[in-house]
């Protein structure tokens, strides 16, 4: 199993910034990608940036160019760095690992974040 602790989260004004980062721990050995989600009130969680073990990363449309998501292996750590933020981007952000065992993926969650923009 791999357990998630995200920090970071907080309140900004429109057009600031937050950097969140996420912790591993447990078998993250196993981890194939590791990325962001979040979940605004009355909103289906919705992919953020994931960056894959390769180094290959995706971006959700509406934060290309404003986010960057790196990771740091040896520390075991993905970190989402925020800028140019927008009141719509305000929202519980999940940190995300997806991991291989034995035969299965299986999906990890940290207990969330919340990030607030003001206008």
């Known amino acids: 199993q791999v357990q998630l602790v995200e920090s970071g989260g907080g309140l900004v004004q429109a057009g600031g910034s937050l950097r969140l980062s996420c912790v591993a721990s447990?078998?993250?050995?196993?981890?194939?990608?590791m990325g962001w989600y979040r979940q605004a009130p009355g909103k289906q969680r919705e992919l953020v940036a994931i960056?894959?073990?390769?180094?290959?990363?995706n971006y959700a449309d509406s934060v290309k160019g404003r986010f960057t998501i790196s990771r740091d292996n040896a520390k075991r750590t993905v970190y989402l760095q925020m800028n140019s933020l927008k009141p719509e981007d305000t929202a519980v952000y999940y940190c995300?690992?997806?991991?291989?065992?034995?035969?299965?993926?299986?999906?990890?969650w940290g207990q969330g974040t919340q990030v607030t923009v003001s206008s």
């Open positions: 995300n690992a997806v991991s291989l065992e034995a035969v299965s993926e299986y999906d990890y």
């Open positions: 447990g078998n993250t050995l196993s981890i194939s990608a």
């Open positions: 960056k894959t073990s390769g180094g290959s990363t």
